[in-house]
Nanobody, 115 residues
Framework: QVQLVESGGGLVQPGGSLRLSCVASRSIGGSAVMGWYRQAPGQQRELVATIQGFGDTNYSDSVKGRFTISRDTPKNTAYLQMNNLKPEDTAVYYC?????????WGQGTQVTVSA
């Protein structure tokens, strides 16, 4: 089992920035895929960004150019740097790890973008 703990969410004004962190409870290795997803009220959970162990990244069109995903594999940590935040980015953000065919999810961290 892998427990994931997200942090870094909060309230920010439009145009502001936040950095989310996701720490895994044990070593997950470079083969695991780490990702961020989000779910707004009344909406389905959607992909934000993923990162492979060797660094390849994938972003949803809605966040390209504004968000950056990164990972520190020795620290079992993934990050999501979010810049130029918009009200439509408001959601609960979840960390996900895929390892050996199993999905692990964190509990989520709330991000609210509002003036």
């Amino acid at each position: 089992q892998v427990q994931l703990v997200e942090s870094g969410g909060g309230l920010v004004q439009p145009g502001g920035s936040l950095r989310l962190s996701c720490v895994a409870s044990r070593s997950i290795g470079g083969s695991a895929v780490m990702g961020w997803y989000r779910q707004a009220p009344g909406q389905q959970r959607e992909l934000v960004a993923t990162i492979q162990g060797f660094g390849d990244t994938n972003y949803s069109d809605s966040v390209k150019g504004r968000f950056t995903i990164s990972r520190d594999t020795p620290k079992n940590t993934a990050y999501l740097q979010m810049n130029n935040l918009k009200p439509e980015d408001t959601a609960v953000y979840y960390c996900k790890v895929v390892q050996f065919g199993r999905d692990y999810w964190g509990q989520g961290t709330q991000v609210t973008v509002s003036a």
